[in-house]
Structure formats: C-alpha cells, structure tokens
C-alpha cells in the first residue's frame, strides 16, 4: 500500500501497489507504482499527481476550456506540467508556441521513462520549448507575451506555493495578451474550503474576470475539482455550446471527458462550492 497524506484535511488516501516502479529522492520526492484501477501513477512528496487511467479527465479540461473559450491561441505558456499532460492537449491545437515550464527536471526525465503514454510525443514536438526553472521566477522575468497561460501546479505546499500568490499572478496577467484566458488548477473546495474562498479573492484582486469551472478527476479525493478560468474578456467563460461545437469540429479533436457540453456545463457551480467564492 502506498498512502497520498493530506494533512491539513485531515485524510489519507491508500493505494494498492501491485508494482513499485522508481523512487526518485532529489528536490520533491517523486514515487511511480502501479495500481489495479488507476493504472501507474506518480506522487510527490506523497501527493497523487497524475495517473495513467484517469490523467486524460484533468489534462482534457485544464486545456480545451482555455483554448476553445479563446478560439484563437497561438502562444501557451504552461507553469508546472511536468508530465506533459497539459502540453499534449494543447499541441493537438494549431498553436505556434508551447512554453513548458517544470521547476524538476527529474519529474520530466521520469514520466518519459515510466508514464510514456501522458507526454505521448509532447517533449518531440518543434513547438514546444521545455524551461527548467520556477515558474514564478520565469514570469518575473519574462517579457514574452501569451495569448493562454496554464498553471499546472501542485496543491500550494513546497514548490508550488510560489504558484499561488498575488505577485505570482501579477506577472502572469502582465504576461497576457488582451483578450488572453488563463486557467489554475485551484483544488478540491469541499476540502479547501476556507483556502479556496481567500484564493478566489486574490485572483479578484488581479483579474478583471475570475470565474471557476469543475471536473471530476477520480484519483484526487474529495468531490469535484476546481479550475479557476481568468480573463481579460468576461465574454470567453460563456462562450456558446453551437460556437465550441464549431471550433471543435474545425478540429476534428478526439476527446474523451471534454465535450463542448461538458465545457458549459462544468462552470455551473453548486450552491455550496459558489458560495465558498462569491465576493464579500
Ligand atoms: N495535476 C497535478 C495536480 O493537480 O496536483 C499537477 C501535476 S504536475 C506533475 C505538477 C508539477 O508542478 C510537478 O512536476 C512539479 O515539479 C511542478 N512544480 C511545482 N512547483 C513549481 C514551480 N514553482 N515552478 C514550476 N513547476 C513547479
């Protein structure tokens, strides 16, 4: 059994290993192991991260509501992503430019080695650019400008506190072009609860538009997850279901959680996860 500890919730989650695949003990500690349901999966520092049987819920919903919102993308940045989940989809879209940026080069070396089928090709591909560094560094100091920027993130401990504060986001909506979309991976709000209220509030005090959109991710525990979809441009979170049925179909995408029906239907909240964000 391997266990995913959420201390501040309170819970532990266990896991079957039929197989323990690597233990890579470097800047996070990163354990892949197979498990009957979920296929292979990898944690860090005890955190379930990705799975092979569950990854394309997550990685379908953190890009294809950004890109199909905006319907123009051309240059992404994504922050954190490591496993090449998020890059995969978004490369399946005519963009010219995928910036990645993982803090851990070992996640990368990792998944290609041992989750092959989540990266599937994204590392080869000409348009992606792989940056090692911290993401929160990397907007500090970028000058590029992106049209979508996704924060594939880890829930906010270690490394990856530094990809939820207000500076953080700061840099990254001076990064955004107008009329640009981002999309944060903002957690499961019947644990965050409190968190998740105070994190809306501090992308309100960045954003012009912040909105939120739920998908259910079966391997992170604790009821649907929460995508927070930031803009420049009110407009794109209630982009038309006939408008993304169009874009789709342009695409002739392959898809098997995102639908343009499940697109609009993921940012209607229930009472209890809209009130935890409603404004003061
Ligand atoms: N889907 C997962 C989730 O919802 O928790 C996230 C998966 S992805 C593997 C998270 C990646 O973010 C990891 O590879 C981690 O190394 C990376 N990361 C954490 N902090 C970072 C930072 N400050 N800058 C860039 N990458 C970071």
Not at 109 to 136: H, K, Q
Not at 193 to 215: C, I, K, M, P, Q
């Amino acid at each position: 059994m391997t266990e995913a500890v959420n201390e501040e919730a309170g819970f532990r989650t266990s896991l079957k290993v039929t197989r323990a695949v690597r233990e890579v003990h470097g800047e996070q500690t990163l354990v892949v192991f197979d498990n009957p349901s979920f296929g292979r999966v990898l944690t860090l520092d005890g955190a379930i991260q990705v799975t092979t049987g569950d990854e394309f819920v997550y990685h379908e919903m953190m890009s294809h509501v950004a890109l199909f919102a905006h319907g123009a993308v051309r240059d992404v940045l994504v922050l954190g992503g490591g496993d090449g989940g998020v890059a995969r989809e978004v490369l399946r879209h005519p963009v010219s430019r995928v910036t990645l940026v993982e803090i851990d080069r070992a996640v990368v070396d990792l998944m290609v080695s041992e989750m092959p089928s989540i990266s599937r090709g994204a590392f080869d591909d000409p348009r992606l650019d792989l940056v090692i560094d911290d993401g929160a560094r990397f907007v500090r100091e970028a000058e590029a400008e992106f049209d979508a920027i996704i924060v594939d993130s880890p829930d906010p401990m270690g490394a990856g506190a530094a990809l939820f504060t207000s500076a953080f986001y700061a840099d990254c909506r001076r990064l955004l072009r107008p009329g640009g979309v981002m999309v944060c991976q903002s957690g499961m709000p019947f644990l965050t609860g409190g968190w998740f209220g105070g994190h809306a509030e501090t992308l309100r005090g960045v954003f012009e538009d912040v909105a939120f959109f739920l998908s259910t991710v079966p391997s992170y525990t604790g009821g649907p997850m929460a995508h927070a979809f930031l803009s420049t441009d009110p407009s794109l979170k209630s982009v038309s279901e006939a408008t993304l049925e169009k874009r789709a179909e342009g695409l002739g995408l392959a898809t098997r959680y995102w639908t343009p029906a499940v697109h609009r239907a993921a940012f209607a909240l229930p009472p209890y996860i809209a009130d935890l964000v409603a404004p003061p």
